[in-house]
Each structure stands twice: as C-alpha cells, then as structure tokens.
C-alpha cells in the first residue's frame, strides 16, 4: 500500500552553531549539522543526525506512531547508568516527501532533556 502523507507548511531549516543534547547530566549527542523542523502548531523539533548522537545511550523501542505529514515515526528510549527515558527519541526511517530532509536524523523529548546552543 502507497504512503499516504498530507501536505503542510512545514519548514526545515539548518541549525546554526554547534547543538548539543544533554541526558542524565551527559553530553549525548553533539553536531554542527542539526536540523530545526517547525511546524505550525507544534513546538519547533531540533533534529541531530542520527551518527552524532552516542550509540551507546540508544536502546530500540518497539513504540511506533504515525503523523499523517511525516509518516511513521519509530523511537528509542534513551539509558544512562542511573536514568532511563521510555521512548525519548524519535525518527522517521521513511519520511514523507515533504520533510524528506530529516531522514538519518532524530529528534529528543522530555524533561530529562536538555538541548544547548553554541
């Protein structure tokens, strides 16, 4: 069956500066490359490649939803040695044509998260 995916004004935009994520006090991901997705509606998403982020804090989820303007998003939870975030990340594997730019990047949510611009 075809993708079905809804038009929107949805922009993406390069990141300036170096982004860095923060979880559990950590440094977990840090890029030159990120990505800010804003979509009217919804908070603006900063989305970090998916290489920039430390392999090691990911743990696949089987949490899977779906946004009828990007697609199907599937998630990570994020682990620290003392911490664990269910379902904090997310990425499209798919995306629709219209944010097709996201692809290979993810993005981060919760209280545990913390993002810092330089």
């Known amino acids: 069956m075809p993708k079905q995916c ?66 199907e998003a599937s998630y990570y939870s994020l682990q620290a040695p003392d911490e664990k975030a269910a379902n904090a990340v997310w990425y499209y594997a798919d995306p629709c044509p219209l944010v097709e730019a996201i692809r290979g990047h993810v993005a981060f949510w919760g209280n545990q998260i913390r993002y810092q611009r330089a």
């Open 6 to 71: 809804v038009d929107k004004d949805i922009k993406i935009t390069a990141s300036t500066g170096r982004v860095r994520v923060h979880f559990n006090n950590r440094i977990i991901a840090d890029t030159v490359r990120a990505l800010d997705l804003d979509e009217p509606g919804a908070p603006l998403r900063i989305y970090v490649p998916l290489e920039d982020v430390m392999p090691e804090v990911l743990a696949e989820s089987t949490h899977h939803t779906h946004c009828p303007y990007k697609g």
